[in-house]
């Protein structure tokens, strides 16, 4: 601190470059930029239509082929014999069959939206007005849906597009608009002669995303059906757009009529914007400006680097640090700023190793703490149940099963206590045989109560998870779903490898979670480790790579899914030290 109150400025950097460039830059360039200038502009701007242009068709290729994924799912719903027939009403069905016909082509229609992500909704009307969908639950809103002016219009013939205007629909409990792509067909298997309507509600968000790289290079993108109609707009908020927003010579409009369906895209281009650009480009491309620049650089090379010498050696250390050397110090004796700098930048390598190795010390700790405390708590109710039963199994001579079971609680418990860096991460292996463990104890509690199936990819056993991961999981399924149901229970535990990721699947088939429950039951009863806890170390350990879903049907039962990165390397806390590291200088 005492070297910056000392320090005597001689003379400023800026008042040593202004003196000997003013003269010769203002004159020189001045001169050659607006001649420049005049030819440049018209060539620019044509280059900047043709390339626009281009964007526009390719952007239409894109919507066509939408389009035409809508078109061979319709057809291939309508051509389907097996729907057809079961769509067809029998005034001899009971209700039971009626049911079983509906659920048939509801999952038939499940299909469709898996294979084409941009599919919301898929449904069929009968003539009687019956909806067939690939959502079940939905009926009582259908009528209302199919009432709105997009379906009543084309219904009534007063519309000939098959694709609707954007509108409403409630996906999911959450409004989403749509486009309805609607096709009223014959069907085969049906004997009358009236007419079935085939509805695809596709989501305009997809749409949308079509114009998301090239929507910053215009002033305003639209997409307008046959009726212009805007099926996006980059302005919603702005007025509706007409063909005379180009008069006074502010814009330039491009218009692409390559989409099908009589859909067309109009770019506006600003030309204030436009020429901004073409102002920039003219200072570097310009061959009178390069040859001043040149005659300028000649003279005042030698002068320059002189002055830059400081400049150039604080870039280099500045990459050194970017490297993560923070051991460096700058030694600049230039009278001027950039000693001043030299001496600042120092001073803060000094301070900022300094705070960086506190925080580094003080998030272990913590981290450590924390991981211990959670991992530590073991519920000694599940403990004297447990033993409980060991006892009756005693009294009652069945040793081999008191061995089983006070083997698999030891088990249990050693896992549960792990301290260190074991109680962080450990193989999905490991976390099947502890699971396999507490099933085995639990099945010696309520015997036939209830059994479990794997479905695990054999290369993923030994990819690294989250200890105590899977446990919780198992029981929250058994004691909040299986056990209060009256059947016999099922869970069933699945792990996929998914790009670069491994998801973990977790299923029930116990009472679910009610529509009064905001939150599932998250705490678990033997460990103290709920399903609050398994998110926040997946937050702490992976960040937003990782993430934890809930899925449940009140009566039928709850999945939970765990997506996380794979793979096969050991946490430890060097590797884990470095990346906290890295994130706190932003290097």
């Known amino acids: 601190m005492s070297n910056l109150s000392g320090f005597k400025m001689r003379a400023r950097i800026r008042t040593k470059i202004i003196a000997v460039c003013a003269l010769i830059l203002s004159s020189s360039l001045l001169a050659s930029s607006w001649v420049t200038y005049s030819y440049v502009k018209d060539i620019?701007?044509?280059?900047?239509?043709?390339?626009?242009?281009?964007?526009?068709?390719?952007?239409?290729?894109?919507?066509?082929?939408?389009?035409?994924?809508?078109?061979?799912?319709?057809?291939?719903?309508?051509?389907d014999s097996e729907v057809n027939a079961l769509m067809v009403k029998d005034p001899n069905d009971t209700y039971e069959q009626s049911y079983f016909k509906k659920n048939k082509v509801r999952e038939k229609l499940k299909l469709f939206p898996v294979m084409n992500s941009s599919l919301l909704n898929v449904m069929i009307i009968r003539p009687d007005g019956e909806v067939f969908s690939n959502y079940q639950g939905y009926d009582s809103y259908y009528k209302d849906y199919l009432n709105q002016a997009w379906f009543v219009d084309y219904r009534m013939g007063r519309s000939e597009s098959r694709f609707s205007d954007p509108h409403d629909f409630i996906f999911l409990n959450r409004r989403q608009q749509v486009i309805s792509y609607v096709v009223n067909y014959r069907n085969f298997k049906d004997d009358g002669d009236e007419r079935?309507?085939?509805?695809?509600?596709?989501?305009?968000?997809?749409?949308?995303?079509?114009?998301?790289?090239?929507?910053?290079?215009?002033?305003?993108?639209?997409?307008?059906?046959?009726?212009?109609?805007?099926?996006?707009?980059?302005?919603?908020?702005?007025?509706?757009?007409?063909?005379?927003?180009?008069?006074?010579?502010?814009?330039?409009?491009?218009?692409?009529?390559?989409?099908?369906?009589?859909?067309?895209?109009?770019?506006?281009?600003?030309?204030?914007?436009?020429?901004?650009?073409?102002?920039?480009?003219?200072?570097?491309?310009?061959?009178?400006?390069?040859?001043?620049?040149?005659?300028?650089m000649m003279i005042l090379l030698p002068l320059l680097v002189q002055l830059t010498r400081p400049i150039?050696?604080?870039?280099?250390?500045?990459?050194?640090?970017?490297?993560?050397?923070?051991?460096?110090?700058?030694?600049i004796r230039s009278g001027d700023e950039m000693e001043l700098l030299g001496l600042g930048f120092n001073r803060m390598m000094k301070d900022l190793k300094s705070l960086i190795e506190s925080l580094v010390q003080e998030q272990k700790e913590k981290r450590n703490m924390q991981i211990q405390l959670l991992l530590s708590q073991m519920n000694p109710h599940f403990i004297y149940n447990t033993l409980n039963t060991v006892i009756y199994l005693a009294h009652a001579g069945r040793t081999k099963e008191v061995a089983d079971m006070t083997a698999s609680l030891i088990h249990l418990l050693q896992n549960t206590i792990k301290i260190g860096d074991d109680a962080w991460f450990t193989t999905l292996?490991?976390?099947?045989?502890?699971?396999?463990?507490?099933?085995?104890?639990?099945?010696?509690?309520?015997?036939?109560?209830?059994?479990?199936?794997?479905?695990?990819?054999?290369?993923?056993?030994?990819?690294?998870?989250?200890?105590?991961?899977?446990?919780?999981?198992?029981?929250?399924?058994?004691?909040?779903?299986?056990?209060?149901?009256?059947?016999?229970?099922?869970?069933?535990?699945?792990?996929?490898?998914?790009?670069?990721?491994?998801?973990?699947?977790?299923?029930?088939?116990?009472?679910?979670?009610?529509?009064?429950?905001?939150?599932?039951?998250?705490?678990?009863?033997?460990?103290?480790?709920?399903?609050?806890?398994?998110?926040?170390?997946?937050?702490?350990?992976?960040?937003?790579?990782?993430g934890l879903e809930i899925k449940s049907f009140p009566g039928e039962g709850t999945e939970v899914r765990i997506r996380l990165p794979l793979t096969i390397e050991d946490g430890d806390s060097t590797a884990e030290d470095s990346r906290f590291m890295r994130k706190i200088t932003g290097l």
């Not at 043709?50 to 939408?66: A, G, H, P, V």
């Open 44 to 79: 620019m701007r044509e280059q900047a239509v043709r390339d626009n242009t281009t964007k526009l068709e390719q952007t239409s290729s894109f919507i066509n082929r939408m389009q035409e994924q809508l078109r061979e799912t319709a057809e291939y719903i309508i051509s």
């Open 429 to 546: 292996e490991d976390e099947i045989e502890l699971v396999n463990k507490y099933a085995a104890i639990q099945d010696c509690r309520y015997p036939g109560r209830f059994r479990i199936e794997w479905d695990i990819q054999e290369e993923l056993l030994p990819c690294m998870v989250l200890r105590m991961m899977l446990q919780p999981l198992i029981e929250n399924a058994l004691y909040h779903g299986i056990f209060p149901s009256e059947r016999q229970g099922w869970i069933g535990i699945s792990a996929r490898r998914s790009d670069r990721f491994i998801e973990v699947s977790v299923r029930d088939n116990g009472i679910g979670i009610s529509t009064s429950q905001t939150v599932p039951p998250i705490q678990n009863a033997s460990t103290g480790i709920g399903l609050t806890n398994i998110r926040e170390r997946l937050n702490f350990h992976y960040g937003v790579q990782a």
């Open 196 to 296: 079935y309507y085939l509805v695809l509600d596709f989501n305009q968000k997809d749409l949308a995303s079509l114009f998301e790289q090239s929507n910053k290079d215009f002033e305003r993108l639209l997409l307008l059906n046959q009726d212009g109609v805007p099926l996006f707009d980059s302005n919603p908020g702005e007025t509706r757009w007409t063909d005379t927003d180009s008069e006074g010579g502010k814009y330039i409009e491009i218009v692409d009529d390559s989409v099908e369906e009589d859909w067309r895209q109009v770019a506006v281009i600003s030309k204030s914007r436009l020429y901004e650009r073409v102002n920039k480009l003219l200072l570097f491309y310009t061959l009178i400006v390069a040859v001043s620049l040149i005659v300028v």
């Open 312 to 331: 150039s050696k604080l870039v280099r250390a500045m990459k050194r640090v970017s490297a993560g050397d923070l051991n460096i110090e700058l030694q």
